[in-house]
């Protein structure tokens, strides 16, 4: 599984960015796809998942209200809608997949559940 990020950039606090992330390969065998980021210095955290084939997103406390995660299975594309950015939100975005749904929820949803990644895009806020 191939998966490939885009959209990042820079934007003002309040303002919104969309990131998008395209995966190829052996999709058909997904259960869970998410949404990591890491700031200079920090650990890499988790922002939210889709378990596949259910329609409710699951966010992490920093992020719920505000980013809103989509799919499109017919172009396969993942995707991270951002509003009410913040500076706190500055990082290094990543797209994650995983073959298993056990990542996919709550206490779980950790990095080392996931064994596929992008390179990731840049979302800078100031």
């Known amino acids: 599984v191939q998966l490939v990020e885009s959209g990042g950039g820079s934007m003002q606090a309040g303002g919104s960015l969309r990131l998008s992330c395209a995966a190829s390969?052996?999709?058909?065998?997904?259960?869970?796809v998410g949404w990591f980021r890491q700031a200079p210095g920090k650990e890499r955290e988790g922002v939210g998942t889709?378990?596949?084939?259910?329609?409710?997103?699951y966010y992490v406390d920093s992020v719920k209200g505000r980013f809103t995660i989509s799919q499109d299975n017919a172009k396969n594309m993942l995707n991270l809608q951002m509003t009410s950015l913040k500076p706190e939100d500055t990082a290094m975005y990543y797209c994650?997949?995983?073959?298993?749904?056990?990542?996919?929820?709550?206490?779980?949803?950790?990095?080392?559940?996931?064994?596929?990644w992008g390179h990731g895009t840049q979302v800078t806020v100031s």
């Open positions: 994650a997949a995983a073959f298993s749904g056990f990542g996919c929820f709550g206490e779980e949803f950790k990095k080392e559940r996931f064994g596929f």
């Open positions: 390969g052996n999709t058909d065998s997904l259960k869970c």
């Open positions: 889709i378990y596949l084939g259910s329609s409710k997103p």
